[in-house]
C-alpha cells in the first residue's frame, strides 16, 4: 500500500521518481505475475553473484556521508529510521525517527546534515522539512510549503537553503540563526519550487514547478537564462559543466551544459528514469534501470550490466550504494565495470524474459508498458553490443 501511495504522489504531483528509488517494473507490469516475480529472483541473484553487501530494505532514500559510511531512511509501516551504516564492519547507528511518508532527501558535501522532506500523517497530508545534525543528532522542523525540491546545501555544507514564502533563507547548522539572501523583487522568476544550488565557483537560481524548471546564473549584473530541467534535485556543476535532467517520462535525458561556451552535450537520451547523482567529476545515472558513470573531466561515459533503482557513488568511487526492490547493497564499482561472460548471460536472460513479457499484454499495467518494455529491451540490445 504503501508503494502505491507514493506512486500516486509522483504522478499526481510530478514528482521525480529518483527521489524515492521505485523500481519502474512494479509500474508497468504486474507484480504479481509469475513473469514480474522471474525478473526480481534473477536480478537478485545476479547481485549476490558479483559480489555485493546487502545492508538492509525498506529504504525510502540512501546516500554515502563519506567513503565508509552510508546513511539511509528506512521504512517500516509509518516509522521512518534514519541509520548510519558503517560498510565495512556492518555496524548500525539510528539517527531519528520519525512518522510520514519520505518525499525527498538531501545530504551536506560535508557528511555532518541530512534534509529530509516527507509528508505528515495529517487527515490532509502536510509537507514537513527536516534538518538532522548527525553527529549531534539535533534536529530542527524548517518551514515549507511544498512538496517540491525547494531546499539544498551551501557548498561547504554547514548551512541549508530553503525558500520561505518570498525569500530565500539561509539556515545555519551550528545556531540555527537565519538570514535572506534572495526575495522575489530581486530574482528572475518566482514559482512554486525556488531553490538556489550553491556549488563549486557558481551559484545557480532555479525555479520551476511540474517537471518545468528554468536555470539561470547570476553574471555582470543580469541573470542569464541557462538550460530547463526536469527537477532541482538533479542539476549538478563540475569545473565549468553543470549536468542535469531534461526530457519527458519515457524520453529523459542527461545532459551537460558548458558554462563558459553556453553549448549543450546530450549525454543520455530515452531513459525512463535517469536518477542523476554526481560527486567531484564523476556522474552516475540509469540507463533504463541501468547504471551508468561518467568522468565528465574526460568526457568518458563507461555503461555497466547492473540495473539499480537508484545509484550513488562513494566520495573515493570504490563503492557503488544501489536500491533495487526497496533493499540497499553496496556495490564494488570495479565488479559493476567488469564485462565477462557472466554478465553477458545475465543480459541475455532478461531480455529473453523482456521478450517473454512483451507477448503477453495481460499483465501489463499502464498504457505505457509496451514502450517501457520495448525501451528495456533496446538498452539491453545496446549493451550486448559490447561484448
Not at 531512511?73 to 564492519?89: D, H, P, W
Not at 534572495?182 to 532555479?206: G, K
Request: aromatic share 12%.
Amino acid at each position: 500500500m504503501r508503494v502505491v501511495l507514493i506512486i500516486l504522489l509522483v504522478f499526481t504531483l510530478r514528482l521525480p521518481l529518483s527521489a524515492r528509488g521505485i523500481p519502474l517494473d512494479s509500474v508497468y507490469i504486474s507484480t504479481s505475475s509469475a513473469e514480474y516475480q522471474k525478473l526480481f529472483f534473477t536480478r537478485l541473484d545476479y547481485y549476490q553473484s558479483i559480489g555485493a553487501q546487502f545492508i538492509d530494505s525498506g529504504i525510502a532514500y540512501a546516500g554515502w556521508l563519506n567513503g565508509k559510511e552510508v546513511v539511509y531512511i528506512k521504512e517500516s509501516g509509518n516509522t521512518n529510521t534514519v541509520i548510519i551504516n558503517t560498510v565495512a564492519t556492518r555496524k548500525k547507528n539510528t539517527v531519528y525517527q520519525f512518522n510520514g511518508t519520505v518525499i525527498s532527501a538531501r545530504i551536506s558535501a560535508n557528511g555532518a546534515y541530512i534534509a529530509i522532506k516527507y509528508f505528515s500523517n495529517d487527515t490532509i497530508p502536510q509537507p514537513v522539512l527536516l534538518l538532522i545534525h548527525i553527529p549531534k543528532k539535533t534536529i530542527k522542523v524548517v518551514k515549507t510549503a511544498s512538496a517540491g525540491t525547494d531546499y539544498s546545501f551551501s557548498r561547504d555544507g554547514n548551512s541549508l537553503l530553503y525558500k520561505n514564502n518570498n525569500c530565500i533563507v539561509e539556515v545555519m547548522g551550528d545556531s540555527y540563526r537565519e538570514k535572506e539572501i534572495l526575495c522575489r523583487e530581486d530574482a528572475p522568476q518566482w514559482d512554486e519550487n525556488t531553490v538556489i544550488l550553491d556549488c563549486s565557483s557558481h551559484r545557480l537560481f532555479i525555479s520551476g514547478s511540474s517537471g518545468n524548471y528554468d536555470v539561470y546564473m547570476h553574471a555582470n549584473h543580469v541573470w542569464k537564462k541557462l538550460f530547463t530541467t526536469i527537477t532541482p534535485a538533479e542539476v549538478f556543476i563540475a569545473n565549468n559543466t553543470a549536468l542535469y535532467t531534461a526530457g519527458f517520462p519515457g524520453g529523459y535525458t542527461v545532459s551537460q551544459y558548458s558554462l563558459q561556451s553556453g553549448k549543450t552535450q546530450r549525454i543520455l537520451s530515452g531513459s525512463f528514469n535517469p536518477s542523476l547523482h554526481m560527486i567531484g567529476n564523476t556522474a552516475i545515472f540509469l540507463n533504463n534501470a541501468f547504471i551508468t558513470l561518467y568522468d565528465s573531466s574526460k568526457n568518458k561515459l563507461l555503461p555497466t550490466t547492473i540495473e539499480s533503482d537508484e545509484a550513488s557513488v562513494s566520495p573515493d568511487l570504490f563503492s557503488i550504494a544501489s536500491t533495487l526492490y526497496n533493499r540497499l547493497f553496496i556495490l564494488p564499482t570495479v565488479n559493476i565495470l567488469a564485462l565477462d561472460p557472466q554478465s553477458k548471460r545475465y543480459l541475455a536472460t532478461v531480455e529473453s524474459q523482456y521478450t517473454h513479457i512483451s507477448q503477453k499484454k495481460s499483465i501489463y499495467t499502464s498504457p505505457y508498458s509496451s514502450t517501457y518494455i520495448q525501451q528495456k529491451k533496446a538498452t539491453i540490445a545496446s549493451l550486448l553490443k559490447l561484448f
